[in-house]
């Protein structure tokens, strides 16, 4: 791992954060950029733009999470955030407690790259702002623990129902109508100058250092092709990644979380059989298909077993749902009691859903990429064998 510190706008510290995303962006060892921010402004996105949009053109993918508290939003990067990302929630707790982080992800097979500070996305925090930052290089897979850390508080985030809304036309519209999110095309006045405020000038001045200047390139690429998966695609089959594995099984009541009985308890799981497969499913899903995940020791009715936390790309139906992190448990003690099932997958986040709308006699697919990337689709047509 390589730590290095980040800060602005001295050009003796430079360069700033602004001009390090843009060089990973442009880095083809990265395929995925995630973002969570507390702010997000035209002024700011605007200069990431054309790199985004031919991130994107190239197979990766960009998620975003945008806070909206203390009015520091505008309605124009929002739109512009959501324009330029395959994936984007606005995060808001009413209840109270602000939304501050400041967290840029890349990832790719080799390499990761977590920058973590104070910068949000707008035009000061990426250039022209007091900031300070740290940013770590991490090499696969020597380095995961760390890059696992940083994705369980992603997902983490996304799964807050309540208070992590994945963004539509109608939420922005919400938004733009309420006194929330700025506009930035409207005046601000300047709440920093003491010609503004009826206490006296205060004795501040101007810096000694020299700062950083920043040239605003016109934008005028166009935006990317939608990396979204279209109908007839699993989720993996929308990456740029060929598929390596594949499992799928028709969903029976209990599996799709629809018991056909009364006072038939929702177990939440999903139990990993043979189905069409020539495999011995007491051993394939711990040993081959989820066999490098990292698991750990748990119990499971009291008896030793053992538990991964996986990333899914999840879709169901024509809905692209985005990243989710499921829990799936191995138990040998299990052979005995459930007719040689021994793995089952939690729905965890997704089993409101599923009790919610009945997807009984669809197919659940898991498919596993070269890069080793999952993603997990439920869908009405037979998937097709891989070759």
């Not at 400041?102 to 007091?130: E, Q």
């Not at 009541?253 to 069409?276: E, Y």
């Amino acid at each position: 791992m390589d730590v290095r510190f980040v800060s602005a706008p001295f050009t003796a510290t430079a360069p700033p954060l602004g001009p390090l995303l843009v060089e990973r962006l442009q880095d083809a060892a990265y395929d995925t950029f995630d973002v969570a921010v507390a702010w997000a402004k035209r002024s700011g996105l605007r200069l990431l733009v054309p790199d985004l949009v031919a991130f994107r053109a190239r197979g990766g993918r960009v998620a975003a999470i945008v806070g909206i508290d203390e009015r520091g939003a505008t309605r124009q990067g929002l739109r512009l955030m959501r324009d330029n990302s395959d994936d984007m929630w606005i995060y808001r707790d009413a209840s109270g407690g602000t939304f501050h982080p400041k967290l840029y992800v890349f990832r790719g097979a080799s390499r990761a790259c977590v920058i973590v500070g104070s910068s949000n996305v707008t035009r000061g925090g990426l250039y022209d702002n007091y900031e300070a930052s740290m940013l770590l290089t991490l090499r696969r897979p020597a380095d995961d623990g760390m890059l696992t850390s940083v994705d369980a508080y992603l997902d983490l985030l996304r799964d807050q129902s309540e208070t992590c809304l994945e963004v539509t036309d109608e939420l922005l519209e919400r938004l733009n109508a309420s006194a929330v999110v700025q506009d930035e095309d409207a005046h601000r006045d300047s709440a920093g100058a003491d010609s503004e405020s009826a206490a006296p000038a205060l004795p501040f001045g101007r810096p000694t250092a020299k700062k950083t200047k920043v040239t605003v390139a016109s934008v005028s690429a166009r935006r990317a092709r939608s990396l979204r998966p279209r109908p007839g695609r699993t989720a993996a089959e929308a990456s740029s990644e060929q598929i390596a594995s594949r499992w799928f099984k028709k969903l029976a009541a209990s599996d799709a979380q629809q018991p056909p009985r009364g006072g038939t308890n929702i177990t939440g799981l999903l139990r990993l059989t043979k189905s069409v497969f020539q495999i011995d499913q007491t051993t394939y899903f711990r040993r081959v298909l989820f066999g490098k995940a990292n698991w750990s020791r748990t119990k499971v009715t009291g008896r030793p077993a053992e538990e991964a936390h996986l990333s899914f790309d999840v879709r169901v139906g024509n809905r692209f749902l985005g990243r989710r992190r499921l829990r799936v448990d191995h138990a040998a003690h299990r052979e005995a009691q459930q007719r040689n099932v021994t793995t089952v997958l939690h729905w965890g986040p997704l089993g409101q859903l599923l009790r919610g709308e009945s997807f009984v006699g669809q197919w659940v697919v898991i498919d596993q990429t070269t890069a080793g990337r999952y993603g997990l689709t439920i869908q009405s047509r037979r998937p097709e064998l891989l070759g």
